[in-house]
């Protein structure tokens, strides 16, 4: 195989991993009912005059499955910290003791664990059309190229069919670990 063959190979192959590994986030941000410091991920913190992440200016935990603690490095943060946790809407009611500040991570409704399935769902066709873009690209590319015998591209195309096969069902196999996760009680 040629050089060009392989470097379009390769491309279509990282497009198609960049697509997962794009799902694989987005799934992070698609809660369970389990608390996790991913939850408060997106969560940004007025930290004297400009926005940080509250991961620069705290430490988060999840001392157990239902409660997520964030514990400020400075204590004059405490305030700025619950207000950029309100500000995120992320559906959280914070409590500050004085100390730290502790989040309970109230248990899914049927109806909300449904929402989150087809929410997760949405994300895994995004991540598909993205492994087929990655397909369509590559293929006009392979058919672009003159110096190539028909049979040399038609193998070519094979292989990133073969590609985005395997690519798709590490799609579906993430979609219905965390389909399998959102719906368990």
Known sequence: ?????????????????NALTHLEKQFVNIRAG????AMLGSVMVDYYGSQ??????A????PDGRTITVQPWEKSMLQEIERGIMFANLGFNPMNNG???IINVP??????????AKQAKAEAEEAKIGI???????????KKMDDVSEDVKANAEMDIQDIT??????????????????MTV
Not at 59 to 62: A, F, G, P, S
Request: net charge negative; aromatic share 2%; no cysteine.
């Open 52 to 57: 940080t992440p509250l991961s620069q200016v």
């Open 99 to 101: 100390e730290s500040i």
């Open 34 to 37: 389990k608390a996790s410091p």
């Open 165 to 182: 096969n395997t690519h798709i069902s590490k799609v579906d196999e993430l979609f219905h670990n965390k389909e399998k996760e959102i």
């Open 132 to 142: 087929r873009n990655a397909r369509k690209d590559a293929n006009n590319e392979i």
């Open 1 to 17: 195989m040629n050089d060009e063959l392989q470097f379009i190979l390769d491309t279509a192959k990282e497009a198609m991993a």
């Open 59 to 62: 430490n988060v935990n999840t």
């Open 107 to 116: 248990p899914l409704t049927e109806e909300r664990r449904h929402e989150l």
